[in-house]
């Protein structure tokens, strides 16, 4: 009867431990974030591309268009369980070259600098009409059989 009990005990135990375990949330880190140190290296109107890339590594990315800019992008986000991730910390920070390649600004921003975009609850008319599944399948009756003169 008393190994029953321990038996039933330690199932009890384990439940309890998954249990507790399965509710903590999931933290993630994603993104390059440099030391405050090697941020402070960096001096304007000294400092080139290579030094920047020597001292913070490969840019999270490089703005395409206009003054050539360096984004150091960082995130921490939270998950419980099944729901949505949370974003609780997000740190970018921007290096801006001038034309010949050294630095011209340094900018850090954070979570409360970013906006929310809502995309437009718009759809794009097509052209053509609406068909049902089975005016689909029946319009495409003995449109694609081959000639009895057809030879394979």
Not at 70 to 94: C, D, G, L, M, N
Request: glycine residues 8%; hydrophobic residues 35%.
């Amino acid at each position: 009867m008393k190994k029953t009990t321990s038996h039933h005990r330690s199932l009890l135990a384990a439940c309890l431990i998954v249990t507790a375990t399965a509710c903590s949330p999931i933290v993630e880190v994603r993104g390059n974030l440099p030391p405050a140190e090697q941020l402070a290296q960096i001096k304007i109107g000294a400092s080139t591309r290579e030094d920047v890339q020597a001292l913070l590594g490969t840019p999270s990315n490089i703005t395409p268009f206009g003054e050539e800019s360096w984004h150091y992008i960082s995130a921490v986000t939270e998950r419980e369980a099944f729901f949505e991730p949370e974003v609780k910390e997000r740190k970018v920070i921007t290096v801006v070259f001038d034309r010949a390649g050294t630095v011209r600004a340094i900018d850090n921003r954070g979570l409360e600098d970013g906006k929310d975009v809502v995309p437009a609850g718009r759809e794009t008319p097509t052209a053509g009409k609406e068909l049902t599944i089975l005016q689909q399948l029946m319009g495409n009756v003995g449109r694609f059989s081959k000639s009895p003169g057809d030879k394979k």
